[in-house]
């Protein structure tokens, strides 16, 4: 392979995983979000109690984190193919990721909006502020730095899982690093995935955690 | 006037009914600050919660101005706890806004236009001595001027009544010294109806007019601050006094 095939391939391979991190956090945000302020409100000490909804949805959702991600790519296959018409490459990565993601996204969502002080929560009460309000601006933006935290979080996880959608033929970096560095013991491309794999990890963990530094006021 | 008549709260326990407030009665006139004193347990708590529509009583009323406020159905509710401010122990600014946007905040709630209280935010700040803080974050005050953005902020909305809970409980005794004068400075100046609920000797003495003792969920004795602590009938207020131990 020449360099210039070398870094088509692996620019390729970069792009491919940037489409796919992009598009299965926004996917997953997209469901994942409203998910987890609806597991909050509805608590049993949460702002609309509705408790019958909300062990549903907590069910569905540990059902959902305790299959074993890989396992849960390949259940998803059939559903993949109906959906976005294809169980190979990006479109189908996205999906499986996305799906895989969404009840995480919904806990990360939870746990940073229960983080939020119940005491403060009962001072705006009595100040007047209707349900709507304290979601909006009191739990939702006291909770701001958190929920940005998650999304990287959500987007590093995401990196490891769409390496490993790779082993599926998924597309991007992983799919590069397994077919060369694995099958064909080309060991150069794998680690120059692998690299690349690390500084996308880099990127997000420093760019992320730079703007939540800024706009945290809480310390 | 401020009239609290016949309240009652039972909660239900693994023990039975527990009766935390008994049918307690309290006449607040305008511009009076009066303090609720009793130890851990004795229902203070319960009021508070109570009063500031936390928590609904079973039984009785909270009148201000002829209009009983446990009547409020949902769309009158905001008004209605307007009209009571409420400075609780702590934690209770909001961390992501600065001094000013707290102070004004209870305010945006009903308009959200903020630039017309501007005046109004500014004399406040000035009336709790925080002017040059406006831009600060709670993270970045002692406990005491956070304890002063608390207060500002419940002033905000020109309550009917002023509810403290604890309100020095949290703080050292010179800073405990220094919030209990703005505490008297702003009855002054505001002509506030003030209500302190603590367990501090010390607050009711040195800032209340008036003092009720409550235990067991029963308002045990009232009147002048004077007359009780030098004339003390119960023998809960004489414990509390360290009069008897």
Request: glycine fraction near 8%; charged fraction near 20%.
């Amino acid at each position: 392979m020449t360099n210039s095939q070398l870094f088509e391939l692996l620019s390729q391979g970069f792009i491919d995983t940037c489409w796919i991190i992009l598009g299965s956090s926004f996917v997953a945000y997209a469901f994942g979000f409203p998910l987890g302020v609806l597991i909050t409100l509805t608590r049993k000490d949460g702002l609309y109690p509705k408790p019958v909804l909300s062990l549903g949805l907590n069910r569905v959702i540990n059902v959902f984190r305790s299959v074993p991600f890989y396992i849960l790519v390949v259940a998803l296959m059939p559903l993949s193919r109906f959906v976005v018409g294809t169980s190979l490459g990006i479109k189908a990565t996205i999906f499986s990721l996305s799906v895989g993601a969404i009840p995480f996204v919904a806990r990360l969502v939870e746990s940073a909006l229960l983080e939020v002080d119940q005491d403060m929560i009962e001072s705006v009460i009595t100040m007047g502020a209707t349900k709507l309000q304290i979601v909006i601006q009191v739990l939702l933006r006291e909770a701001l730095p958190q929920l940005i935290q998650g999304l990287s979080i959500t987007m590093i996880m995401l990196v490891g899982y769409s390496a490993m959608a790779g082993l599926m033929g998924g597309g991007g970096l992983g799919d590069i690093a397994i077919r060369y560095g694995y099958y064909r013991y080309n060991y150069t491309i794998m680690y120059y995935a692998l690299i690349i794999l690390i500084v996308c990890v880099e990127f997000i963990q420093t760019t992320i955690g730079w703007i939540v530094r800024k706009i945290d006021k809480r310390n | 006037m401020i009239e609290i008549k016949g309240l009652s709260k039972r909660f239900s326990t693994a023990n039975g009914t527990l009766l935390a407030l008994d049918n307690v009665n309290l006449t607040l006139e305008k511009g009076e600050l009066v303090g609720i004193i009793g130890m851990s347990g004795a229902g203070k708590t319960t009021l508070l919660r109570c009063l500031s529509l936390l928590e609904r009583p079973d039984e009785g009323e909270i009148v201000i101005d002829h209009l009983n406020l446990l009547d409020a159905r949902d769309d009158r509710m905001r008004e209605y706890r307007q009209k009571i401010g409420v400075v609780f122990q702590g934690n209770q600014l909001l961390k992501q806004r600065n001094v000013y946007d707290n102070i004004v905040f209870p305010l945006t709630l009903k308009n959200r236009k903020k630039d017309e209280y501007d005046e109004r935010i500014k004399q406040l700040i000035e009336l709790v001595g925080l002017t040059g803080k406006e831009k600060s974050y709670p993270s970045q005050l002692s406990g005491g001027q956070k304890q002063r953005v608390a207060i500002a902020r419940a002033l905000a909305s020109e309550p009917d009544l002023l509810l403290f809970d604890e309100p020095t409980s949290a703080l050292d005794s010179i800073t405990t010294r220094a919030l209990l004068e703005l505490l008297k400075e702003i009855h002054l100046k505001t002509q506030a109806t003030i209500l302190i609920i603590t367990h501090e000797l010390s607050v009711v003495e040195k800032v209340c007019e008036k003092v009720v003792v409550i235990d067991g969920g029963q308002f045990i004795e009232e009147g002048k601050v004077s007359d009780i602590f030098n004339n003390p009938k119960h023998k809960t207020t004489r414990l509390l006094l360290g009069l008897e131990d």
